[in-house]
């Protein structure tokens, strides 16, 4: 049985309804929901007096309609007793304000009575819960995140540092903190990055991330230690934002779980007729995928406009259906939508779900029952399908947090300017090419077993911890192709700038060195000429200029001083090849090298589609079935290499097949 089903919230709701919510729930194919991760308050109405009869309650109402429960652990929102317990847990933000009670996520990550609170609810309800055969599985919290610059966090930071570094020398050194006479003599004495009245020492302020980050990731520890100890048969995921967010390292948030979840709002954009990027969204589910390098859930899939204060657009027909079967053909194996019916109070009254206000079924609702038929008659063979992707595209947390701490060429663009370097779409220009090619890829991080793939992709490898230098060379001589740019190896693990020519550890296998760099003005490119590849391409907003050792010249700087000198090489090493590309340039300028570099690898397309229709292959066993996705508002016609059979519509189809705008095709060769 394929997980589909809703987050819904029986606590906002009389419970002379839930039996026909649950009935509603039913008819729409539906056989889980989330529950409870915001309902402290009603759980714990006073310091360690439980009340879990309304929540068995609604339990044994969708029990009894066929549809099983993952409970959320609710510390993402405490009831006010908490905090007026704990007036010291409230987040410090950067700029030194102290929020005060009235939203969610108002907790200090580090406050230890807050943990406690937070340890003692789960074990009531992992106690409570554990043996129930209707409850499944677990979500920790609710979208971890947000840094808090507090003095408790201040002094674990402290704690952290220590571990890391072990004595103030090593610190002092790893930091370089002799420049402006930043020797520390005591830990105390150690500042967070915030409130410094200036830029702080970016050794510093890589570490913080570092240490928030790892300060969630042992916040969820204690709610998953007890959770294991109580059952091993429920599974626990957490539900993480996608390839957007970054305040936290994701695949160390993830280890912990047996999978990973995801919140995936395509319309989040609060214009009428804002687009959505299809794009965005596959590298979202790929990202997400790439966590723990297997299948995943949505645990919150939109399917109502967006609002907390205004309204979003809402999603076209058709569109919940084409996001649903992308997430499917991208590897998510439980479907969750939120929410079920839309609040009547509270901050989230406009966050639309697949009811409106009065309950009453509608367009949206009767959209996800068609997918919840679709998914009971074709659901099961796609549980664990998964996509041998010949193609790495790697997306690493610590250069991503170093280039917010020093963007290196930013600031200066205008409305309407071209971008300026920003680490996550330079990651998506690469995944655009690759996706605009029907190419499936794994997002991985920087130190995963790259031995899979034929075609590594590491832009801007900015931090670049020996180790990994070492597995991306490795790679290349094993016969691997490796992509890499400009800005890459530019820093060891504790963000100093390395000792010698770019790209440091990686020079030998690039068989390159960087001359000298130029960051160029907002709205300023350079052309970049390819030798033999294809047509000229406009460079920047960073240009390396490039001095072979040993690498052949592909591309070359037609402008500026450096008219002539190399902008892209590639290098024989080993068995392998490594093509470095000294720009961080315009999307067209890496579709090209992207392409060029498919073609070299001898990697195909899962299809041949034309523009706005998107074509994933996933196998399980010897079974496997292509996607074919229309993004587009027109119809798109797809020539077919085999003969099909349409899996959706029973048809059997040959030669090529016409798609409706928004529709989907799931295909098996014949
Ligand atoms: C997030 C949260 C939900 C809800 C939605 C909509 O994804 O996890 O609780 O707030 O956003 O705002
Ligand atoms: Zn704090």
Request: with cysteine.
């Amino acid at each position: 049985m394929y997980p589909f089903g809703v987050d819904y919230y029986p606590e906002h709701w009389p419970p002379e309804r839930w039996s026909q919510d649950a009935a509603m729930m039913q008819a729409a194919g539906m056989n889980v929901v989330r529950l409870a991760e915001f309902a402290w308050s009603r759980l714990e109405p006073q310091p360690d007096q439980y009340d879990f009869a309304w929540l068995d309650a609604a339990i044994e109402v969708l029990n009894r309609a066929g549809i099983q429960v993952i409970l959320g652990t609710p510390t993402a929102s405490p009831p006010p007793w908490v905090m007026e317990m704990h007036p010291d847990a409230f987040i410090v933000d950067a700029s030194g304000v102290r929020r005060t009670y009235g939203c969610r996520r108002e907790y200090c990550p580090t406050h230890a009575g807050y943990r406690e609170r937070g340890r003692k609810v789960t074990q009531a309800m992992a106690h409570h819960y554990a043996e129930h055969p209707g409850v499944i599985g677990w979500q920790t919290d609710n979208e971890f995140g947000d840094y808090c610059y507090c003095e408790l966090c201040r002094a674990a930071f402290h704690d952290w540092l220590m571990g890391r570094y072990g004595t103030l020398d090593e610190l002092n050194a790893a930091w370089g903190t002799v420049f402006w006479s930043h020797v520390y003599t005591d830990w105390a004495q150690i500042p967070t990055p915030a409130g410094t009245g200036g830029v702080p020492n970016p050794a510093l302020a890589l570490d913080y991330h570092r240490f928030m980050s790892d300060t969630y990731v042992e916040f969820q520890r204690e709610q998953v230690v007890i959770l294991r100890a109580a059952s091993t048969r429920q599974f626990i995921t957490h539900n993480f934002m996608g390839f957007a967010y970054s305040k936290l390292d994701y695949y160390n948030l993830a280890a912990d779980l047996d999978f990973v979840a995801w919140d995936n709002y395509p319309r989040l954009g609060f214009r009428m007729g804002a687009g959505v990027d299809p794009a965005r969204l596959a590298l979202g589910h790929d990202a997400m995928r790439g966590l723990k390098g297997k299948n995943f859930w949505l645990m919150e899939e939109q399917s109502g406009s967006g609002g907390w204060t205004t309204v979003g657009t809402t999603p076209r027909p058709g569109e919940i259906r084409l996001w649903t079967w992308q997430a499917i053909a991208h590897g998510a194996d439980g479907m969750v939508y939120f929410r079920w019916r839309t609040a009547r109070h509270g901050t989230e009254q406009y966050w639309h779900g697949v009811l409106d206000h009065d309950g009453r079924p509608r367009r949206r609702y009767r959209e996800v029952q068609a997918i919840g038929h679709e998914l009971a008659a074709a659901g099961e063979r796609l549980l664990g399908a998964e996509s041998y992707n010949e193609v790495a595209l790697i997306s690493d947390y610590n250069s991503r947090w170093a280039f917010q701490i020093q963007p290196n060429n930013s600031a200066l663009a205008g409305p309407g300017a071209p971008a300026d370097f920003v680490y996550p779409a330079l990651v998506k220009h690469y995944y655009d090419a690759l996706y605009a090619a029907n190419v499936g890829v794994d997002v991985v991080s920087a130190d995963a077993d790259l031995s899979p793939y034929k075609l590594v992709i590491a832009p801007a490898l900015y931090i670049l911890p020996q180790d990994v230098a070492t597995s991306l060379t490795e790679f290349v001589k094993t016969g691997g192709l490796l992509i890499t740019t400009a800005r890459s190896g530019v820093k060891d693990a504790a963000n100093a700038v390395v000792d010698m020519p770019l790209p440091g550890l990686l020079r030998d296998v690039c068989g390159v060195e960087v001359d000298e760099y130029d960051s160029l003005p907002a709205g300023v490119t350079v052309p970049v000429t390819f030798e033999g590849l294809g047509a000229a391409q406009p460079s920047g907003p960073w240009c390396d200029v490039l001095e072979p050792t040993t690498a052949e010249v592909l591309a070359r700087y037609d402008g500026e001083y450096y008219q002539g000198r190399a902008a892209i090489t590639v290098n024989h090493y080993g068995k392998g090849r490594a093509i470095y590309v000294g720009t961080l340039a315009a999307p067209e300028l890496e579709r090209d090298i992207v392409n060029y570099a498919l073609a070299e690898a001898g990697i195909a397309p899962v299809l041949e589609t034309p523009d706005g229709v998107e074509a994933v292959l996933r196998c399980k066993d010897n079974d496997c079935l292509w996607f074919l996705l229309n993004h587009a508002d027109e119809p798109r016609t797809v020539p077919l290499p085999f003969p099909a059979l349409d899996l959706l519509n029973g048809r059997h189809l040959e030669d090529a097949v016409t798609i409706a705008p928004k529709d989907v095709l799931v295909l098996r060769q014949e």
